[in-house]
């Protein structure tokens, strides 16, 4: 077994001169627009299952997906709640879910996030649970692209959604210690009714978003493929869509052409009925011409009479074919409209389709070339010569594990886990164990087991340590400060990680733990040194026996 420490910190600041270049473009690179969440990777006081965090999307998903054509509120805003930003009456831009985490929100891991967005889309709109997980991931990535850029928001959205946003808490943080009571996620929704097509997927996805998550290890491949086949199977379904409306609008076409046909036919018959009333009227001025210039002759009289009575019956039988004509022309507008409808919604959704399979299409494309750049990453890091040793990350002093090249000095893998303590860690043949972890929030400071592959948490102690407690490693045991509603004790693990002793006195929260010839050297509540027995952690000298009674208060 090996400890680390000073000696791997010393071997980094010994290339501190490489790693200049480097660090220069990284900076630059923090100046674009690449995304990397900062998660507590810490151990925790109270874990949260993984069933009781997908529980906090869907219980809010369910309220929405009651009816989800309809704008609402749901959820504690104290905690999660989500704003159904709809507003059917507008029609240009988009409508959306804004996801707002309250000031009480304990969420603290991005993984965690993408779970509760990813069952919140479940409940409200039927994805399945692998295609939300791939849009959580996207809309993630999305928000924290376009935090606080409330033009960005207001150029896409509607006003029911951008009055909700402000310019100081849209989007989303990268770093966790900054998303309660400071998140406003944005899921733009294209089709409230739910479906494959509920968010705009294309939105997600634009270059800067992709872009982005192309900077992360691994170039976010598997999200970026579930993401592709998505596109694909919305490009599918809309163009089944615009080849029904297709169907549609060739029928209401043809419905339409009979009835312009009728319309033509019921003209023709106003026509008609015109020249009919002409020439009842023009016999009808005729006979009264005639009974004028003999008003004796009886006959005459009754002719006059008769005509214009007639051409009067003639006139109405023009005006009822005219109310005919005009609601057969409505009908044959209304019909042609229909059809007109039909065909302009037929080439949206193809329009649609299209722009589907291109964005696919371009990302294979991308992908493809990604796949080949981080197969040959991953073969040169594995047949490269490397040691692992600790990072110093914040001003905290807290530290995480990397893996760097000795050739060049590059790091070839660095470890989620930020906060160990005390810039120590020992190497195991399981992995390495390590002091980390944060007594506040949800967060313990604790003993931990970090895999040599992974690089994550595999394993962690029961008990809390104290955030200042420091780490010896002797003969496969290890000795920390452990704390507990008595005070600080020193503890002493096996390589399970399982408690074998603990002090019978309280020390010094920020003792040092020293081995020495008569046992482990720590200092006591007053300031005071004290010699703990190697075995059983018991104290060796008389006089510290009494210090200890006088500190417990026994006899």
Known sequence: MKKFGLVAMALLFA???????????????????????????????????????????????????????????????AKYYVIHAIDPSAKEKLDADILILGSGAEVDHIRNLRHIIASYLSAAYS????????????VTVYNAVYRKNLDVFKSKYKDVVVNNLSAEKCGLSTKYSEWPGQSQIVIPVSDASGGLSAVDTSVISDKEVVSSMKEEDGKNIDDRKKMVDIKEREAEKASEKAQESQKKATEQQKAADAEKKKADEKKQETQAAQKKADDAQKKADESKKKAEENPKDKEAQKQAQEDQKEADKAKEEVEEAKKEEKAQEEKAEEAQKQADESKKEAESQQAAADKKQSEAQEERKEIAKDQEKVAAEEKAAASAAS???????????NSQIVKVNTDDGVILKQSPVKVIKNRAMSQTGKGFVAVAGENSGKGAVKLVLIDPESLEIVQESEEILSDNSVLLEDGGSYLVVIKDKLGFFVGKYGPDLKLQVKSPVPINGSSPIIKTSAGYMVTDLTGNPLVLNSNDLSLTFKKAVGAAKNLTGKN
């Open 15 to 77: 290339a501190a001169n490489f790693y200049a270049a480097q660090v220069n473009e990284e900076e630059l690179k923090s100046v674009s627009q690449t995304i990397e969440f900062e998660n507590y990777t810490g151990p925790h006081a109270r874990v949260d299952t993984l069933e009781a965090i997908k529980g906090i999307g869907s219980s809010l998903g369910k309220e929405v997906g009651k009816d989800s054509a309809k704008a609402a509120n749901v959820g504690n805003q």
């Open 127 to 138: 994805y399945s649970e692998s295609d939300a997980e791939a849009i959580a991931t996207f």
């Open 387 to 397: 040691v692992f040793g600790l990072k110093l990350v914040d001003a905290k002093l």
